[in-house]
T-cell receptor, first 112, second 114 residues
Framework: GQQLNQSPQSMFIQEGEDVSMNCTSS?????WLWYKQDPGEGPVLLIA?????ELTSNGRLTAQFGITRKDSFLNISASIPSDVGIYFC????????????FGKGTHLIIQP | EADIYQTPRYLVIGTGKKITLECSQT?????MYWYQQDPGMELHLIHY???????EKGDLSSESTVSRIRTEHFPLTLESARPSHTSQYLC?????????????FGPGTRLLVL
């Protein structure tokens, strides 16, 4: 099946720093989504990307759909304590189930 | 943002018991999904449905079964729970008219089988 490689696995940063994480795949995806999950909760959609090369912002978050359709990145500017959580990339390819393929997540920890 | 609900939020149960995890959404979404997630790990699709009377197995094999008798309701059943079923189960839904597959998740059910 399709696999997503998400990195880094975890990040320890200072409040106010910028954050960058990415996902890569050997397969082409038609949709890239970025989710944030807090402990004990379901993932919450942050940004959805539908076109290769697309760059989309949501407040302090910016994500891009790679031009090769095999990668995506998420940037968070000026991190704040509530940004702590696990960030997942997810992609949907062609055919098969309509479900998403998820990366293993990036654990973001912010030190005050 | 979709309103999607899951009950119970937490369940501790003994081996061999039959359990049903409930999922309902109030947005009229046609597509619904069940994912399984071990702590700190990625989500794996176990079941999905495109609408009433439609159910399909996902990428990860699961001993659970699902039904879709009503649009808003997509329950998951384990006939005989085992410790290997211990995990978090997440339900999601998606409207048919969105491009791609923007999915909205419920809060999840954390299952512990003793």
């Amino acid at each position: 099946g399709q696999q997503l490689n998400q990195s880094p696995q975890s990040m320890f940063i200072q409040e106010g720093e910028d954050v960058s994480m990415n996902c890569t795949s050997s397969s082409i995806f038609n949709t890239w989504l970025w989710y944030k999950q807090d402990p004990g909760e379901g993932p919450v959609l942050l940004i959805a990307l539908y076109k290769a090369g697309e760059l989309t912002s949501n407040g302090r978050l910016t994500a891009q759909f790679g031009i090769t359709r095999k990668d995506s990145f998420l940037n968070i500017s000026a991190s704040i304590p509530s940004d702590v959580g696990i960030y997942f990339c997810a992609g949907r390819g062609r055919g098969g189930a309509d479900g998403l393929t998820f990366g293993k997540g990036t654990h973001l920890i912010i030190q005050p | 943002e979709a309103d999607i609900y899951q009950t119970p939020r937490y369940l501790v149960i003994g081996t061999g018991k039959k359990i049903t995890l409930e999922c309902s959404q109030t947005m009229g979404h046609d597509k619904m999904y069940w994912y399984q997630q071990d702590p700190g790990m990625e989500l794996h699709l176990i079941h999905y449905s495109y609408g009433v009377n439609s159910t399909e197995k996902g990428d990860l094999s699961s001993e659970s079964t699902v039904s879709r008798i009503r649009t808003e309701h997509f329950p998951l059943t384990l006939e005989s729970a085992r410790p290997s079923h211990t995990s978090q189960y997440l339900c999601a839904s998606s409207p048919s008219d969105t491009p791609g597959s923007t999915q909205y998740f419920g809060p999840g059910t954390r299952l512990l089988v003793l």
